[in-house]
Every structure is written in C-alpha cells, then in structure tokens.
T-cell receptor, first 114, second 112 residues
Framework: EAGVTQFPSHSVIEKGQTVTLRCDPI?????LYWYRRVMGKEIKFLLH????????ESGMPNNRFLAERTGGTYSTLKVQPAELEDSGVYFC????????????FGAGSRLTVL | SQQGEEDPQALSIQEGENATMNCSYKTSINNLQWYRQNSGRGLVHLIL?????REKHSGRLRVTLDTSKKSSSLLITASRAADTASYFC????????????FGKGITLSVRP
C-alpha cells in the first residue's frame, strides 16, 4: 500500500506569510494525526481527526493554526500568519481504528519561517 | 509536560555492540511503542508492548516494560551501522483517546 504522503517537503516563508501543508494518509485509515517537532525538542501532538471530525485538537498552539480534513481523506494544516516560532518539522501520521494504535508517519514537512 | 523521556539523549557505539535506550513516563498507559527515525525520513514503528506485558522481542530488538517504575528499555543487539538513527518512545495513555505522546528521542550512532 502507498504510504503517508506529505507536501511540501520543505517550505521557507517570511514571518507574516501563510503556508498550507498537505497530508495524504493511507487509504482506509480513519485516524489522521498532526505532530510537530521543533529542533531538539520532543515531537508534540497537534491534533487528531477521525474521518472528517476533529477528535482532539488540544495540541494546536493558537488560532493561527487551522486544520481541515474535508471528506475524511487528505488533510491540510494552514498557518496564518506564520511566526518565527512556528519553524519546525510537521509530521502527519495515520492509523486504522482499533487496538494498539500503531501510526504510519509521513516524511514530514519542514517549515522555516524567516 | 513531556510524557516520554528517553535516556541517554545521545549514544555512540561500535558496530557489533549492544545499544540500550531507556524511556520513562508519568501516567498510566495502555501500551508503549518505540519508533525509529532516519535522517530526513518519517518515524517508523518498531515494536509495541502492552501494559500487561513485561518483555517483547522482535528480531534484534528486545523491549522491556516496568509499569511499577513507569519505565521501558529498548535493547538492540549486535548493532549495525544501519541502526544509526533517532529512537523515540511513545506512550498511549490510558483513557487518552488514542493519542500517542512522544519524547525528545535518542540519537544513536553506530560506528563501522
């Protein structure tokens, strides 16, 4: 099966600009997660979709971040306006519903805000 | 606060040696997982151990779990240069609605 695909792999933007990251999960995976890793720190949870519904968005830093998963397929994460501290690697992961919750990750989208 | 904390933060060993990495966590868990990340790639699931299990093996990997101490260890035996990567433990907290919590990771370097 195809893996989790993320686009773009790297984005460099200026403070105040907008960036939209996209994630295509594995087909049939109802669970979709966004995580972020800032250099040298832990991988932090941002939010969790089950199909098109936001199950848990407790990790979203503030209202500059907007995640959507229309139709329960791919997801987008928009940062508007971007700030310097938003720099990091944004990972998307997906999983089937069920016991264990083993995640399959994408390669990540590296965001650099200048 | 960080749920999983790995230790050490960096480890350098010679090919053929064993590598032991530790993880401590704070809350009750359903299971604990270990993931590997090669540079520039996504995390790859290695092994899952449930809260009622004490030890699990998969190839050259051995994971232990001590729920009384809230800690886990990952042992890689007979390491290879290809094992060079970052390793993360992730906990699936009890009652937490299917959210994995990761630590900072351990950077393992295996010298050929």
């Amino acid at each position: 099966e195809a893996g989790v695909t993320q686009f773009p792999s790297h984005s460099v933007i200026e403070k105040g600009q907008t960036v939209t990251l996209r994630c295509d999960p594995i087909s049939g995976h109802d669970n979709l997660y966004w995580y972020r890793r800032v250099m040298g720190k832990e991988i932090k949870f941002l939010l969790h979709f089950v199909k098109e519904s936001k199950q848990d968005e407790s990790g979203m830093p503030n209202n500059r971040f907007l995640a959507e998963r229309t139709g329960g397929t791919y997801s987008t994460l928009k940062v508007q306006p971007a700030e310097l501290e938003d720099s990091g690697v944004y990972f998307c992961a997906s999983s089937r519903r069920g016991v264990g919750n083993v995640l399959t990750f994408g390669a990540g989208s590296r965001l650099t805000v200048l | 606060s960080q749920q999983g904390e790995e230790d050490p933060q960096a480890l350098s060993i010679q090919e053929g040696e064993n590598a032991t990495m530790n993880c401590s966590y704070k809350t009750s868990i359903n299971n604990l997982q270990w993931y590997r990340q090669n540079s520039g790639r996504g995390l790859v699931h290695l092994i899952l151990i449930r809260s009622n299990e004490r030890e699990k093996h998969s190839g050259r990997l051995r994971v232990t779990l001590d729920t009384s101490k809230k800690s886990s260890s990952l042992l890689i035996t007979a390491s290879r240069a290809a094992d060079t990567a970052s390793y993360f433990c992730a906990t699936d907290a009890a009652g937490a609605n299917s959210k994995l919590t990761f630590g900072k990771g351990i950077t393992l370097s295996v010298r050929p």
